[in-house]
């Protein structure tokens, strides 16, 4: 079958995060985005391990179902046009934060194992590091290849993928603690890693500059830290429902069980570019080289971006596609398109409104970006609908580029555009 799978969430308990994070409303959001598998994240946490455990039940081989007694009522408050099956699949990031080649790294990681046992094998393991209790997402004083090495000896069926791998603070290849290469965070182990997260503020071209990771399959997902997040980017799969067929169509891109991914605009990311947000300067990598690496305005150091670090350890040029990687799609979020469309903001009533709306007029969220025929957008009752949702599907979008934790602002149509628009449909 065909579905779509988001790894990489957080609970009510992670730091930062929404109190509706509960899998009551992963397992809604899920079917309102047209998510089939979701992660549950977080299960190295003790409350959330044991909400797991009372609310979930295994389903297919290594995913797992959130019991009748806890979907029913919910399923009532789904449309329709929405509704469908929602596996889970154990999750969690983890912060390690450690000091290796005599430098302090920041590096975050995804565990997935397929059965609650060995989250408990690992859970006991970890407990002896540090405290489990403090955070849905741990920091950790633990080597990231020791963490890889604990995790296969809790099972041998866990999958590992270094999280988010760009950001600049707190993953395996960023600028501020990481390293230059898989190989020196995983050493000896670096074969046993088969896959990364690209991260919101990088896409697959991005990574295709690097000829170190012609081998790894690049996958996507929301981070989210809000239901409404979930789905944000995400991955596409033709294979069998199961923790087992999803594992081997990552490790074996070349079956095509692994379809690709849905993106960010990775200009929209919040670590797209360099930049100092406590002076509002966004800079391009060649800006910042020509500024010596220090803010415009200020004069201290800027954060250098996602654009900045790939370049520096890219062995090929921008725009280079190697042969037979999976396909990827970048898209503005629904919200965001009624936001322009309205002039409005994204949590208004109004485009909140229109927003469930249309959900139960056309179906899920990723089904009306992706794949509704643009005719049955024309009797959405937004006229500029069908003209912005085609713009975004052919990536002919205005961004101008986040930088330094402040998301990118994204413009569908120009001014000229819209008002062009609306006095033809007048």
């Not at 201290?300 to 396909?327: C, I, N, Q, W, Y």
Request: net charge neutral; aromatic share 8%; hydrophobic share 35%.
């Amino acid at each position: 079958m065909k579905f779509i799978a988001d790894f990489h969430i957080h609970s009510h308990l992670s730091r930062a995060t929404s109190r509706e994070m509960n899998l009551d409303n992963i397992y809604k959001w899920a079917q309102l985005k047209g998510v089939t598998v979701v992660g549950t994240g977080d299960f190295t946490n003790p409350k959330w391990f044991k909400e797991l455990s009372e609310k979930l039940e295994p389903a297919e081989p290594g995913l797992f179902v959130l019991k009748p007694q806890y979907r029913q009522k919910i399923d009532e408050e789904i449309p329709e046009s929405c509704r469908a099956l929602v596996r889970f699949i154990l999750s969690v990031e983890i912060s390690s934060i450690y000091k290796k080649h005599e430098k302090t790294r920041k590096v975050h990681n995804l565990i997935f194992f397929p059965d609650l046992r060995s989250v408990s094998r690992l859970n006991a393991m970890l407990t002896k590091v540090g405290n489990l209790a403090s955070d849905g997402r741990p920091i950790l004083g633990l080597d990231s290849k020791e963490l890889l090495r604990m995790a296969l000896d809790a099972s041998h069926e866990t999958y590992f993928v270094p999280a988010h791998v760009w950001t600049p603070h707190f993953s395996v290849l960023g600028a501020n603690s990481g390293f230059d290469s898989l190989e020196e965070c995983f050493e000896e182990l670096t074969p046993l890693v088969h896959t990364v997260e690209t991260g919101l503020s990088s896409d697959p071209p991005m990574n295709w500059r690097l000829s170190a990771l012609d081998k790894i399959t690049l996958i996507s997902n929301s981070d989210a830290h809000s239901p409404d997040r979930i789905g944000r980017e995400a991955n596409i799969f033709s294979t069998e429902l199961s923790y087992f067929s999803i594992l081997d169509a990552l490790n074996n891109p070349e079956k095509g069980e692994f379809l690709g991914t849905i993106e960010f605009f990775p200009e929209e990311g919040k670590y797209h570019f360099d930049g100092h947000r406590a002076c509002g300067e966004r800079l391009s990598p060649a800006e910042t080289i020509k500024q010596g690496g220090m803010c415009p305005k200020c004069g201290k150091k800027v954060t250098v971006g996602v654009m900045h670090r790939v370049t520096e350890l890219a062995d090929r040029p921008s725009g280079f596609m190697p042969d037979g990687k999976p396909t990827f799609k970048s898209l503005i979020g629904l919200t965001g398109v009624i936001s322009e469309i309205k002039e409005s903001g994204v949590r208004s009533q109004k485009v909140q409104q229109d927003y469930f709306r249309l959900l139960r007029l056309l179906g899920n969220e990723l089904y009306i970006l992706r794949k509704c025929p643009l005719a049955s957008l024309k009797n959405s009752g937004l006229n500029l609908l069908p003209e912005a949702i085609d713009k975004v599907r052919k990536g002919k979008v205005n961004i101008l580029s986040g930088y330094d934790g402040e998301y990118g602002k994204v413009k569908i149509f120009n001014e000229k555009e819209k008002n062009a628009k609306q006095l033809s449909l007048f």
